[in-house]
């Protein structure tokens, strides 16, 4: 079975310049998530899909920050414009459905972004 | 507002040895616990989980202990190899709900 892909590994962009991230969940899982780590902290959600529609987007810094989730597939996350504070790795999990009782979430190997 | 907490960033022991990481949560809605294990650029990989209505949960050489009352539980590795290096993330949810991770505690086995 195929796990959590992500693209790029790696990105390093200068401040106020746009990035986008692409995630490709695990066949069947209908939740997905989006996950911020920054360094020496454990992941912090920003948001969370189920199927196409948004579950939880409350840690979501709206004003830059934005996510989709088109045909409950495929997600993007994108910065947009970037601070230095974004500097993390973004990883994004998924999750066989979420209904009444906890699922495992599989991770992605991340994409460390640097802003510079 | 940090709702877990793994005080111990690190901790080293020997090969052979039993590794002992702790984790504490503040809230009490909070009704499942997992272990996450995370190697250098990889995403973390899921380890082992306890309900809240177990006090204990077994698989091979990974034990977790849950300690409602005290909002504690800790992670026993018996023995301890030196593949079992790596970062070690303790994550809590309420119901369905999204996880809080801590910050995890990078373990070290000495050969």
């Known amino acids: 079975e195929a796990g959590v892909a992500q693209s790029p590994r790696y990105k390093i962009i200068e401040k106020r310049q746009s990035v986008a991230f692409w995630c490709n969940p695990i066949s069947g899982h209908a939740t997905l998530y989006w996950y911020q780590q920054i360094l020496g902290q454990g992941p912090k959600l920003l948001i969370q899909?189920?199927?196409?529609?948004?579950?939880?987007d409350s840690q979501l810094p709206k004003d830059r920050f934005s996510a989709e989730r088109l045909k409950g597939v495929d997600s993007t996350l994108k910065i947009q414009p970037a601070k230095l504070e974004d500097s993390a790795v973004y990883l994004c999990?998924?999750?066989?459905?979420?209904?009444?009782?906890?699922?495992?979430?599989?991770f992605g190997p991340g994409t460390r972004l640097t802003v510079l | 507002d940090q709702q877990v907490k793994q005080n111990s960033p690190s901790l080293s022991v020997q090969e052979g040895r039993i590794s002992i990481l702790n984790c504490d949560y503040t809230n009490s809605m909070f009704d499942y616990f997992l272990w996450y294990k995370k190697y250098p650029a990889e995403g973390p990989t899921f380890l082992i989980s306890i309900s809240s209505i177990k006090d204990k949960n077994e698989d091979g050489r990974f034990t977790v202990f849950l300690n409602k009352s005290a909002k504690h539980l800790s992670l026993h590795i018996v023995p301890s190899q030196p593949g079992d290096s790596a970062v070690y993330f303790c994550?809590?949810?309420?119901?369905?709900?999204?996880?809080?991770f801590g910050t995890g505690t990078r373990l070290t086995v000495i050969p």
């Open positions: 994550a809590a949810s309420a119901g369905a709900n999204n996880l809080f």
């Open positions: 899909f189920q199927n196409n529609g948004v579950v939880d």
């Open positions: 999990a998924s999750s066989l459905q979420v209904i009444t009782s906890y699922n495992e979430q599989f």
